[in-house]
């Protein structure tokens, strides 16, 4: 794996490619003191290191150094469409790298691929808000949202689109559920809940897995797919001693617009400590708003809940529940995101630098995650152990002034300083586990991937 990230990253630390970019923006007209290929990596590998990203330390941090003033005058609305085409031309790379790793082969057997989607919201300046609008109160007046794709087996990230944080999840849903393809999984949360971009990811032969919202009816369907009667999900749940309890064919929704199915929808019981924590939360939440909570509610808190249109042969019961828990990988992108690469630090007041600083984040992340899924394809390979994105961004954040020195000064040193780098994330970059438990992974391995037909 390691000669092919040493082949590949070069493509996306091109600087003649980079300087075309520039002229194509616009940004670069005539040759000044700030190369195009420096200003972009300065900002890119300024955010992955340890060090908080300030005009001074990027002006500081080229070959030739500049004044504070002369880097913020270059942050203009040609350098947004510059860093926007730099983002978006590497990202295009990326989609082509798809490491050989065992998981990937053994998930890719079943479905063509697994895509996580979430959003995460990050909060700006309130001089922001004509560009990056708000809902407003105690979360400010400006934020922006970044909407999410993370594919589980090959360790893709793909960002689809930056936006502002006014508007929920399900106005994304329809451009969610263009992403699944056919024989595609797409795990979604509850909030990208919407009848119509579902049923338009089973037209064309995809699937999907996600929490039922309990606010969406549930219906019989007879031998001749005639919609019956409703059925009464928490009165079922509730007179159930069984640890699970699936509806193998249902429809969901009340009107015609609505209606989603067959589906499957299966009941998970949650274990007694996280049920009762989950009940505490429902009734403080009810309280705060003047209410107690009902029978039918405080029973559902019980129990996770999901509906897949995947059939049974595809996608066993035993195995839906443990894989739905990896979309908690996309949780964890995100928290480093803003643990390291500080995503939802955006204090300037100057518009162009802040969409320039969030196109550099992303472009930092592509990066990081370059290396996650190179790194995590060796390590399933040698010590049968998954990789780390947290440790791997830890990791390449305390080489971050290092690396964008050995680019802009003499890149003879680079390999070498990249070997070192690959050797220190196999050894110390590997998922930790009890022993006593098994990870979600090998569950999944237990449960379906060593026992479904090849």
Known sequence: ???????????????????????????????????????????????????????NAQANSLSHPVTRQAMDDRYNPSAVRFFKASFTEALVNTLEWKPDSAMAQLLHQRFGA??????THCACADALADIFPACGGGGGEAGLKVLLSYEYGSGQLRPLDVLPSKGSDQGLADTVCWHVGAKELGLLDAGFYKAKALRKIAARGGYFLLPWPRGVSVWEIDALDQRG????????LKVSTDTCVEWGAVELGQTEESRLGPVRLIAYRL????????????????????????????????????????PAQLLPTAAVGYLYRVRWQVELVFKQWKSVLRLDVIPSQNQSRVQCEVWARLLAALVVSV??????????????????????????????????????????????LLREIWKKILKLARKEHQLSRQTTWQNLCSHWLDLAPV
């Open 229 to 236: 009667a409703q059925i009464d999900i928490a009165a079922a």
């Open 1 to 55: 794996m390691l000669h092919l990230l040493l082949e590949r990253l070069p493509k996306l630390l091109n600087p003649v490619r980079t300087l075309q970019l520039a002229k194509d923006a616009l940004w670069y007209q005539r040759q000044g003191k700030i190369p195009p290929f420096q200003f972009i990596h300065s900002a890119v590998f300024g955010q992955a290191s340890a060090l908080h990203l300030t005009l």
């Open 271 to 310: 274990a007694q400590e996280r049920a009762d924590r989950r009940r505490a939360q429902l009734r403080e939440k009810c309280r705060t708003n003047g209410r107690q909570p009902t029978v039918a509610a405080l029973e559902l808190a019980g129990w996770l809940i999901l509906l897949t249109n995947a």
């Open 114 to 119: 697994v895509r996580l989607f979430d959003t």
């Open 371 to 416: 290396w996650h899924q190179h790194a995590n394809a060796a390590s399933l390979e040698l010590y049968q152990r998954e990789t780390s994105f947290s440790k791997v961004a830890k990791l390449l954040q305390q080489y971050g002034q290092t690396l964008a020195r050995e680019l802009f000064n003499d890149r003879t040193r680079l390999e070498p």
